[in-house]
């Protein structure tokens, strides 16, 4: 299995269209992130735009799985993952877009010169407690 990332802002490059897609665009947050990850509208519109860049291309709508609002918990877009997984077969192209907020988190690696990795934030997010 071959997953594809597609590059924003790169015009030039031309992509095949991936057998199927997870498309996550997490407007809705948890209001106890409110201070930190407020609502937005753009990763709705973002996600749409980039389900029609990938009909475009010639994915089937069918093969698009697209996860909006405060649907994308952690377990929705895990278990979508997980879809994606069991159903792919060699030669498969996939490609995932996450749209929401983002953050830094301690590296659970030591390839980071930084020490932080950085995660999306799925609509159920907390803030961590010390």
């Known amino acids: 299995m071959r997953w594809l990332w597609l ?19 997490v407007t809705e947050y948890d209001p106890s992130l409110a201070a930190v990850a407020p609502p937005l509208a ?5 996600v749409a735009l980039m389900a029609d860049v990938l009909q475009d291309l010639g994915t089937s709508p069918d093969a698009i799985t697209v996860l909006t609002e405060a649907a994308p918990t952690r377990e ?12 792919a077969t060699p030669g498969d192209e996939i490609a995932i877009f996450l749209a929401g907020h983002g953050a ?3 590296a659970l690696g030591a390839d980071e ?13 907390r803030l961590a407690t010390a």
């Open 7 to 25: 590059l924003l802002f790169t015009p030039t490059l031309a992509f095949a269209a991936p057998d199927r897609a997870l498309l996550v665009g």
């Open 42 to 46: 753009g990763p709705g519109n973002d």
């Open 76 to 87: 929705a877009i895990l278990a979508a993952l997980d879809s994606l997984a069991i159903g």
């Open 104 to 106: 830094q988190v301690t």
């Open 113 to 125: 010169p930084d020490g932080l990795d950085e995660v999306c934030l799925p609509a159920d997010a």
